[in-house]
């Protein structure tokens, strides 16, 4: 949903309609910028989302926000805080970022983590009629939250994670996160499961971010920088037509070999994500057809 959202120690989860002045107050709270592409000239009550959020605060300025909505109006948000560490996970539907020139699309089962910063901001693109599942982590930029994490861990990730990253949810993480979201689970319960699985993931993320050499069971660099480059190329022009021959070529890799290599780093196969990109794509250009449409109106 946004960066470092949370305001209780675990507020329970309401089903309700969010509207434009929540996210106004969102916004105030938080240091987020929100734009809605498709009401030009909206009033504070138009609708923009609807569904469940609940927000945890833990001592040390760390805060999850847990979110499962469907969203009523295309929404855009840009990041003015600096954290040490805002982490997204998403558990269903699609989420497009952008940090500084970089861009990301995330799918079900993804996940992504990047520090903050008045040079380093996120923007996200959320499309109408879409429903979402996600698990997000923020840090207050204090270093209250370094008392929460071993002094190691918490060394090695001001040191190393400073560039955006995207990876795959390994499988027994997500079986937690769902297992930890199940309806009627006690409050204090849920909340020490989320804190764990998370400081799980963070210390999964910190692992990602090591020199290659130091990775066993990961592509080497340039192998890891190949697969990257097919999988920017899918997410930067999905409407192109490809076929496995030609993208193993550019890999500079047997097919089969791109086949299994891209499933194994990323979580899902070659095509299976260029499908997801195209329904981005599609998403976010219906969402700025609606826009126009509704300015000449």
């Known amino acids: 949903m946004s960066p470092i959202s949370c305001h209780s120690s675990a507020a329970p989860a309401m089903k309700k309609i969010f509207s434009v002045s929540d996210f106004i107050a969102f916004g105030e709270r938080y240091g987020i910028d929100y734009r809605f592409p498709a009401l030009p000239q909206y009033t504070q009550s138009s609708p923009v989302l609807h569904g469940d959020i609940e927000e945890i605060a833990l001592p040390g300025g760390i805060c999850i926000t847990r979110s499962d909505v469907h969203v009523l109006q295309p929404y855009e948000t840009t990041s003015r805080h600096s954290s040490p560490l805002y982490m997204l996970v998403v558990l269903e539907g699609n989420v497009a970022l952008a940090v500084n020139e970089q861009t990301f699309l995330l799918s079900a089962g993804m996940a992504f983590c990047s520090q903050l910063s008045e040079q380093q901001t996120i923007r996200a693109h959320h499309g109408a009629d879409s429903k979402l599942r996600t698990l997000s982590l923020g840090m207050y930029p204090d270093g209250g939250w370094r008392e929460r994490l071993p002094v190691s861990l918490a060394d090695e990730w001001e040191h ?109 196969t070659v095509f299976d994500y260029l499908r997801d990109c195209r329904l981005a794509r599609a998403h976010y250009l219906r969402d700025c057809r609606l826009a126009r449409a509704r300015v000449v109106i």
């Open 160 to 268: 190393r994670a400073a560039s955006a990253r995207v990876w795959q949810v390994p499988e027994f993480l997500l079986s937690g996160l769902r297992y930890a979201q199940q309806p009627g689970s006690h409050a204090a319960s849920r909340q020490l499961m989320l804190e764990g699985i998370m400081l799980q993931l963070l210390g999964y993320a910190l692992n990602l971010c090591q020199p290659a050499t130091q990775k066993r069971g990961l592509p080497v660099t340039g192998e890891y920088q190949r697969l990257e480059l097919i999988r920017r190329l899918l997410e930067q022009t999905p409407e192109k037509a490809y076929t496995l021959n030609e993208l193993a070529r550019r890999a500079a890799m047997s097919p089969s070999s791109l086949r299994c290599k891209f499933r194994h780093a990323y979580g899902c």
